[in-house]
């Protein structure tokens, strides 16, 4: 049976306490060795249930095994130097201590796909797997090898379609890249970032799809968005070429953001991750307000290609208000769901495939 109106997150969530300090970004390993190994498990196994109980359609690992998107993957890489590090602006919005790129990078070996066959053991329900986009993984870096963005970001893209096709071989139904550089550097998008975004997904037969968003609900985050003014446009530089690129579903926010929803008529005919959740607060979402959010965004895409979602990760936020919102997410769906049925919504092409492991 097919469902309309999938659920699903972002990408990450809250970590248990006992594997790391809650509420935190980059948090520091309470395990170490063998104990980590299970524990990770463990904390995998946690974020799947909770999914399950709130009724996410589409599951994830919630990030347990990581300690950030972007680098714990870098972390994999040979080519980088993890002691040597420097300072860059991240997203040219906040200083970070990152990793130096001192020679060719490469995938020596797998990094998350244990992880993804793990997952993919414990639950029947399609599962969704996030990697960082190219453009952000060099965002993320200094670069003393290549000293070219845009030769780092290829190599990384080559590096990225190697873990997506092992990743899918592990029965990964949709691969997602996480791109909120996609929002800062525009002329790069257009000139090379939504091509090396293709590369990482190419040849791929499950379902594909990039997550551009304005960040976790951090204080560098939520400082620049005071910034941005009344209505934030940016999704209108990368959209036109996303519509004409082979990624099958965008993942965008539109939850208490000064997002214009009619942007999504630029993507017109690609499948639409919604985020109706706020991830830079603790208010806990009604499921009327999801719903709200979802009947709006039903003006500018077919209800067949609507995927209901989160702003961003929610690691930062707390087990409890994390839940909850997990839990508005799918009840708020749930209601458009019947209003769909009921004919008191125009159906659009409900009909339309949907994500074929729904079907
Ligand atoms: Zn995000």
């Given at each position: 049976m097919k469902i309309v109106l999938p659920t699903s997150t972002a990408g990450s969530l809250p970590k248990p306490s006992w594997l790391a300090q809650p509420e935190t970004l980059w948090s520091p390993w309470k395990l170490a060795g063998e104990e980590l190994t299970q524990g990770k498990q463990d904390a995998l196994r946690l974020a799947l249930d909770d999914q399950r109980q709130a009724g996410i359609d589409i599951v994830s690992?919630?990030?347990?095994?990581?300690?950030?998107f972007v680098t714990t993957f870098i972390e994999?890489?040979?080519?980088?130097?993890?002691?040597s590090r420097r300072t860059v602006r991240i997203r040219d919005r906040y200083d970070a201590s990152v990793p130096t790129v001192v020679g060719a990078v490469e995938r020596t070996k797998p990094v998350f796909v244990d992880d993804a066959k793990f997952l993919r053991q414990q639950t029947k329900q399609p599962i969704k797997w996030a990697l960082p986009g190219p453009m952000t993984m060099i965002d993320t870096l200094y670069d003393d090898?290549?000293?070219s963005r845009e030769k780092l970001a290829w190599e990384f893209a080559r590096i990225l379609n190697q873990e997506a096709r092992e990743l899918e071989a592990a029965g990964v139904d949709i691969i997602q890249f996480d791109e909120p550089a996609f929002n800062v550097f525009f002329d790069e998008v257009n000139d090379w970032g939504v091509a090396t975004l293709e590369k990482a997904a190419d040849g791929l037969k499950c379902e594909t799809a990039v997550h551009i968003c304005?960040?976790?609900?951090?204080k560098a985050n939520t400082d620049w968005k005071k910034t941005l003014?009344?209505?934030?446009?940016?999704?209108e530089e990368a959209f036109p070429k996303l519509r004409e690129s082979g990624i099958d579903i965008i993942s965008l926010e539109c939850q208490?953001?000064?997002?214009?929803?009619?942007?999504?008529e630029l993507i017109r005919g690609k499948k639409v991750m919604l985020g109706?959740?706020?991830?830079?607060?603790d208010t806990i979402e009604t499921p009327e307000q999801v719903a709200d959010t979802l009947r709006k965004a039903l003006q500018f895409v077919d209800a067949g290609n609507l995927y209901p979602s989160t702003n961003?990760?929610?690691?930062?936020?707390s087990a409890r208000i994390a839940k909850g919102k997990l839990k508005a997410l799918a009840a708020g769906a749930e209601i458009v769901r019947r209003e769909l049925t009921d004919g008191k919504?125009?159906?659009?092409?409900?009909?339309?495939?949907?994500c074929p492991a729904l079907a």
């Amino acid at each position: 049976m097919k469902i309309v109106l999938p659920t699903s997150t972002a990408g990450s969530l809250p970590k248990p306490s006992w594997l790391a300090q809650p509420e935190t970004l980059w948090s520091p390993w309470k395990l170490a060795g063998e104990e980590l190994t299970q524990g990770k498990q463990d904390a995998l196994r946690l974020a799947l249930d909770d999914q399950r109980q709130a009724g996410i359609d589409i599951v994830s690992d919630g990030e347990q095994t990581r300690q950030h998107f972007v680098t714990t993957f870098i972390e994999h890489l040979s080519g980088v130097d993890f002691e040597s590090r420097r300072t860059v602006r991240i997203r040219d919005r906040y200083d970070a201590s990152v990793p130096t790129v001192v020679g060719a990078v490469e995938r020596t070996k797998p990094v998350f796909v244990d992880d993804a066959k793990f997952l993919r053991q414990q639950t029947k329900q399609p599962i969704k797997w996030a990697l960082p986009g190219p453009m952000t993984m060099i965002d993320t870096l200094y670069d003393d090898h290549y000293k070219s963005r845009e030769k780092l970001a290829w190599e990384f893209a080559r590096i990225l379609n190697q873990e997506a096709r092992e990743l899918e071989a592990a029965g990964v139904d949709i691969i997602q890249f996480d791109e909120p550089a996609f929002n800062v550097f525009f002329d790069e998008v257009n000139d090379w970032g939504v091509a090396t975004l293709e590369k990482a997904a190419d040849g791929l037969k499950c379902e594909t799809a990039v997550h551009i968003c304005y960040g976790y609900g951090i204080k560098a985050n939520t400082d620049w968005k005071k910034t941005l003014g009344s209505e934030w446009r940016h999704y209108e530089e990368a959209f036109p070429k996303l519509r004409e690129s082979g990624i099958d579903i965008i993942s965008l926010e539109c939850q208490n953001s000064r997002v214009p929803m009619d942007l999504i008529e630029l993507i017109r005919g690609k499948k639409v991750m919604l985020g109706a959740i706020d991830v830079a607060s603790d208010t806990i979402e009604t499921p009327e307000q999801v719903a709200d959010t979802l009947r709006k965004a039903l003006q500018f895409v077919d209800a067949g290609n609507l995927y209901p979602s989160t702003n961003c990760g929610m690691a930062p936020l707390s087990a409890r208000i994390a839940k909850g919102k997990l839990k508005a997410l799918a009840a708020g769906a749930e209601i458009v769901r019947r209003e769909l049925t009921d004919g008191k919504l125009p159906q659009g092409s409900v009909g339309a495939p949907a994500c074929p492991a729904l079907a």
